[in-house]
């Protein structure tokens, strides 16, 4: 059965934090992918890397950066949190040259 | 920019009828279309899609419709059942450097299906 895994299912984090979302797939899927998830916008890609070290920027890059060390790993990085982060944030997978996607099971990140 | 519009934020169908759930894109370089289904507290999962060569796609209940001159495709669901209560999302790529991998998602439509 596939799997995407992500660190932490609820996140509480103070403004100015430097906060890590991780994601883990066992499929050995070639792309990874950061989304957040905001009533009314839909899922808005963040991030996506098609291998090991590389990445490109999706619709909304400002204020994170992201990291892939290994083909299994993929984290999200907040420098600093700030309150309109507040959202849902969902990691998927995919082969190399196809659409569908695995996601995992997301996590809910709250900035005070 | 919205190229991907789901302009129905929800919808109410009767256990056992049709759900058609209504999906417009606006550029006209996509070419391949999905359709994801999303519970609350779980990641979306994917349902059906369909390749731009193609104007039908059927799988058991669902059934996708693509009419490209008009860039609108249509899921349909029948007959409706209790479990399909969801929010469901389409999806749109088109062929880049990275195949069809970088998909544009719409903004949801939350089905509930009336027992």
């Known amino acids: 059965d596939v799997k995407v895994t992500q660190s932490s299912r609820y996140l509480v984090k103070r403004t100015g934090e430097k906060v890590f979302l991780e994601c883990v797939q066992d499929?050995?899927?070639?792309?990874m992918f950061w989304y957040r998830q905001d009533p009314g916008l839909g899922l808005r890609l963040i991030y996506f890397s098609y291998d090991v070290k590389m990445k490109e920027k999706g619709d909304i890059p400002e204020g994170y950066s992201v990291s892939r060390e290994k083909k299994e790993r993929f984290s999200l990085i907040l420098e600093s949190a700030s309150t309109n982060q507040t959202s849902m944030y969902l990691c998927a997978s995919s082969l190399m040259g196809v659409g569908e996607q695995y996601f995992g099971p997301g996590t809910r990140l709250t900035v005070t | 920019d919205q190229q991907v519009k789901q302009n129905s934020p929800s919808l109410s169908v009767q256990e056992g009828r049709i759900s058609i759930l209504n999906c417009d894109y606006t550029?006209?370089?996509?070419?391949?279309f999905l359709w994801y289904k999303k519970y609350p507290a779980e990641g979306p999962t994917f349902l059906i899609s369909i390749s731009s060569i193609k104007d039908k796609n059927e799988d058991g209940r669902f059934t996708v419709f693509l009419n490209k001159s008009a860039k609108h495709l249509s899921l349909h669901i029948v007959p409706s059942q209790p479990g399909d209560s969801a929010v469901y999302f389409c999806?749109?790529?088109?062929?880049?450097?990275?195949?069809?991998?970088?998909?544009?998602f719409g903004t949801g439509t939350r089905l509930t299906i009336i027992p």
């Open positions: 999806a749109a790529s088109e062929e880049s450097n990275f195949g069809n991998e970088k998909l544009t």
């Open positions: 499929m050995d899927h070639e792309n």
């Open positions: 550029n006209s370089m996509f070419d391949y």
